[in-house]
């Protein structure tokens, strides 16, 4: 772990699997409540160093962070692999956005603007000037998942530090290793305590975040359940939540078809399926479904499963055991309620094979709840109006990709959908760090996107300078 510029060991050491041979890639400290405490008094004791930085000085240490990152992007690349068994042509590609995501919160650094407020628009307010000013919170507690290890942990450190806050950061214990290397970057450029990264019981180092009256922030990235259980305790702390989707890709009958199939391919098998906004229902118009259908199987046969180091895999294995046998039990179900299996459907240890489902229904549970693997449901609806009201019946409400050559359609669904955005001629997996990210409904509360978690990283205060 890393606490006040220091590395902290315990005697507790919990071992960090391979999930693709489960051999031991490393082991992290168990922290004890005390290496919490100590990490949160440290963030919060580097905070006036922090604040006393000039923003040019911040954004040249955060330029500092993205080039020695980059310096590393090889040993990164594959520790991402290790340590969460994406193949790693994908794990490069998280790499080379964290690299990104750094570089954009070293020009958001400088840009921290407030406005001028005219008073005398109100009779109270003549001769009086009023502006505001953007401050940093203080300190932020950041609590990440497994599947983006690194670019999901970037995204919340690079705007608190770019917005002069001190950052206590707790990455998944199923993948914790490349956020620990990527504190140690920060640390050598940015004062002790600055950023901490701890390890261990994810619920007591959830509880003293709550707990803490020193944190002034939690942002966290993960599932709706431990989501929904911090938005209940966290009083009147600010929060950002990040959580799951059930994104939908829609085809209408006017789609090109070969491109929607190139998008279902993409959007439902990366990562295995294991990221919020995979494609995880495909609702498609009924006279296209059987061309459809059938060219998704053809390019689905296609993809290479097997070692993520090996550059060509398409398809590794799931973060763990439990993971593919819940993916297996979701397929099977939907298998006994009526689907048909195109292809897959099988499952070696953590393995789970690309999967096409046809003839889904909304009720079924693989589409019913997020299922974080790699399957393809198609939903095969008769109109447009059909396809909205599937689209929009569930909790989630994150990303959807539509799919149809005709603007009047594709205007009449971006507004109809449910969702934080909506992509015309794209899968919901389109995401570039610049733009404003999040979801509605039970995909959670705020954005993020460096510009957008960077204005949510600060409090605005307004000064007023009263007439002579
Ligand atoms: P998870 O909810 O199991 O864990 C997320 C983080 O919360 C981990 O660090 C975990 O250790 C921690 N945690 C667990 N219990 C806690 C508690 N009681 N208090 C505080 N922290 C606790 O999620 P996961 O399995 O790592 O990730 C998958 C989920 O994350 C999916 O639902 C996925 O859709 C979602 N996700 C959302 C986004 C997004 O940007 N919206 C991005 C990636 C993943």
Redesign the pocket.
Known sequence: MLINGKNVTSEDEIPVLNPYNQEVVDTVPSASQKDVKNAIQSANKAKIKMKSLTSREVSENLYEVSNEMKKKIDEFSKMITLETGKPIKFSREEAKRAIETFKLSAEEAKRIYGETIPLDACRAGEGHIAFTIREPLGVVAA??????PLN?AAHKVGPAIAAKNTVVL?????APLTAIMMGKIIDTYFPDGVINVITGN??M??DEFIKSDLINKITF????N?GK??AKSVGLKKLTL????NDPLIVLSDADIDKAVEAAVKGSYLYSGQV?IAVKRIIVENEIADEFSEKLVKETKKLKIGDPMDPKTDIGPLIDLNSAINVEKVVKDAIKNGAELLYGGNREKNLFEPTVLDYVTPEMKVVKE?T?GPVSPIIRVKSIDEAVKIANDTCYA?QAGVFTENIHKALELSQKIEAGAVIINKQSTFRTDNMPFG?FKC??IGKEGVKYAVNDMTREKLIIFAPK
Do not use: D, H, Q, R
Request: proline share 6%.
């Open positions: 609590i990440t998942p497994f599947n983006y999901l707790k990455p998944s214990l199923k994810a619920k180092i959830g990235t993960g599932g709706l431990v259980k911090i990040e959580l799951g989707g919020c997020e974080f994150l979801g995909s959670g």
